[in-house]
């Protein structure tokens, strides 16, 4: 292994250029040289390719989004288009590419390692979702959840102050980690998320015998999958008289700087990437499992649901904010 490239994809998220530092600086450790592919898959057809140096990541671990930036490039599901990709890897005579975002991204570059034998592929579970098996935890989840959390303990402060019960939405629109996680550390009052139905006739008559037992105010999470934080308002209104704000949080979620254990994991699954291409390793996902890395097959990734919905923790946090 002589060449290798590395690209970010799909959403971004915090950590990303942890992780892209990582891939580089372990690369040339080892005497590898290593190319940045700006703008994912549509800088592979566009060959906005560029030769990355120790010092190109420099100054970036503490940096949210990708300095490599990110794209949706959906004409790279057509086989015809891969082909240019895979020529312009070819024609620098890269062997081996390290793509950093979600399993959609993954899905990319299981197919150039098919179809080109001469290019091994590695994936970097690179998003705040939390939503990709093979591992526990994803890139940027930590940061974003860091970043609800500070979020929702401000609007706890003007809802305790008025007395009013706040429906917040966060992101996670197959995956309720972030709400789950978020909604256990700031002690709301309701989590609803898509892997688990709400009743909420229930929320409503759970908000009603908080506030007779002189609760000041309720904190309603609700992941973006559920349903919108106004529907969720509006359904409400039909079981309950009470003075209730929308917060949608958006975007934020995904920016900032990535927290201490982002900025860890993305470097040590960035390293372990590129001595997994050493090793003459191809198309599988690197992860952490019980605080170890590992690969899994890109199909096995796919197929599996070894990254479950911890009921236990959504169980506890029902028990714990009754
Ligand atoms: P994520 O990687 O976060 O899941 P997307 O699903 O948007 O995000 O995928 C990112 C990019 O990966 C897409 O824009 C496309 O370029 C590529 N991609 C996604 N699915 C496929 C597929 N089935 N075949 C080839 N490329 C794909």
């Known amino acids: 292994m002589k060449k290798i490239a590395v690209l970010t994809s799909g959403g971004d998220s915090p950590g990303m250029n942890a992780a892209i530092r990582a891939v580089v600086r372990t690369a040339i450790y080892n005497e590898i040289e290593v190319y940045g592919v700006y703008h994912g898959y549509q ?20 940096r949210g ?26 024609k620098r005579d890269i062997e081996g590419l390290v793509v950093i975002g979600g399993d959609g991204s993954y899905r990319g ?3 150039i390692s098919q179809e080109c034998k001469e290019i091994q592929t590695i994936g970097i579970p690179g998003t705040i979702d939390n939503d990709i098996n093979g591992t526990d935890f994803t890139i940027g989840f930590d940061t974003a959840l860091n970043t609800i959390i500070d979020l929702v303990d401000k ?18 629109r197959d995956c309720g ?11 709301a009052e309701t989590i609803m998320v898509p892997e688990v139905k709400t009743d909420l006739k229930d929320v409503a008559e759970k908000i009603e015998q908080g506030i007779k037992r002189g609760k000041k105010h309720s904190i309603v999470l609700v992941a973006e999958g559920v349903m919108t934080a106004q529907e969720c308002s509006n359904e409400l209104a ?5 003075d209730t704000r929308v ?22 699954l960035g390293g372990y990437a590129v001595e997994l291409l050493m090793n003459g390793e191809t198309a599988k996902g690197v992860g952490i499992k019980n605080n170890k890395v590992i690969a899994t097959p890109f199909d096995d990734i796919f ?20």
């Open 43 to 62: 800088g592979l057809l566009d060959d906005d390719i560029h030769k990355l140096e120790l010092g190109s990541v420099g100054d970036t671990i503490q």
């Open 65 to 90: 989004g990708t300095f490599l930036y990110s794209a949706r490039c959906l004409e790279f599901k057509k086989p015809e288009v891969r082909q240019i990709a895979i020529n312009n890897l070819r």
């Open 109 to 111: 570059a299981q197919l």
């Open 155 to 172: 609007i706890r402060d003007t809802a305790s102050s008025h007395a009013r019960t706040f429906i917040i939405e966060a992101m996670g």
């Open 177 to 187: 980690d972030l709400a789950l996680w978020a909604g256990l550390s700031v002690g």
């Open 238 to 242: 039909k079981f309950i008289n009470i």
């Open 247 to 268: 917060s949608v949080l958006g975007h934020i979620q995904r920016g900032g700087s990535p927290t201490g254990a982002d900025r860890v994991l993305a470097s040590r």
């Open 303 to 322: 197929d599996g649901n070894d990254h479950k919905f911890d009921l236990d923790l959504y169980e506890l946090a029902k028990k714990l904010s009754i």
